[in-house]
């Protein structure tokens, strides 16, 4: 079979493409390439556990003996520039602002938020948290455990950096309006499994193992916003301002 030059490829690509762009009714240019945005929710979620295996949590899973949590769990956080939305969920193609403000809101597990803060994230960045240090370090009320719980991530759209406050009494996780795609986040799980296999010694004993997942993502409703996540920060800046100690809110981690 002879092969066909490349010259005379093109002008069969050429002669096709002509045969089809006339038919595509609709369409002002059937050359352009549509470009399609990518639908993305500004709200991520997920689960930390980093002491059950030895500490029960406030809703009395673990203790020692148990499986569970079994040390640090490591948050990260990137913002993949895409810029603000338009709508809070699609993000803008042409948004000349790409930072991001991530606010976090850390719960135990009874449904309780503990700590809540906002940190900003320019494009392409990445912001490390130790759950432990940063997230779970300074909760409203200290007298109830933080070995396990969750921790909600929305994003917002700074106008100017005093947009993304983490200031006691005037955290922005409180207040913002407008939401934010482009921030992608995993964390790393490390648990203890009690076992009684044979072969074990003392007999009943443990298989520790370590994971990272992706947080997942979820549809955002307005009154979880209003009457859950920025009530309950808007409670700790209430606590901060008329006390003398700044508690509640967590710490930005590292890196950016």
Not at 25 to 30: L, S, V
Not at 140 to 169: H, Q, R, W, Y
Not at 217 to 245: R, V
Request: some cysteine.
């Amino acid at each position: 079979m002879k092969r066909i030059g490349i010259s005379t490829l093109a002008a069969l690509t050429l002669i096709a493409v002509w045969s089809v762009g006339p038919s595509s009714k609709g369409t002002d240019n059937a050359y352009a390439q549509t470009v399609i945005p990518r639908v993305e929710s500004v709200y991520l979620l997920t689960y930390f556990d980093v002491a059950t295996a030895f500490q029960p949590s406030v809703g009395t899973y673990g203790g020692p003996g148990h499986s569970g949590g079994t040390g640090d769990a490591l948050l990260r956080i990137v913002n993949d520039g895409s810029g603000g939305t338009t709508d809070g969920v699609t993000p803008a193609l042409a948004d000349p602002v790409a930072d991001v403000c991530a606010n976090i809101y850390v719960y135990n597990d009874v449904q309780e938020q503990q700590e809540c803060c906002s940190c900003p994230l320019t494009p392409n960045s990445l912001l490390t948290f130790s759950v432990i240090s940063d997230l779970t370090s300074n909760p409203l009320n200290p007298k109830e455990s933080l070995s396990a719980g969750v921790i909600k991530i929305v994003g917002s759209t700074p106008a100017d950096p005093a947009d993304c406050s983490n200031t006691p009494g005037a955290v922005t996780a409180a207040t913002f309006t407008t939401q934010s795609g482009g921030l992608h986040a995993w964390i790393n799980h490390t648990e203890t499994m009690a076992s009684n296999q044979a072969g074990f010694n003392p007999p009943f004993g443990f298989v520790t193992s370590t994971s990272v997942v992706s947080l997942d993502t979820a549809i955002l409703s307005p009154s979880e916003l209003a009457n859950e996540l920025q009530l309950g920060c808007t409670f700790i800046n209430d606590t901060d301002q008329g006390g003398s100690e700044a508690i509640g809110i967590c710490r930005c981690g590292l890196g950016d």
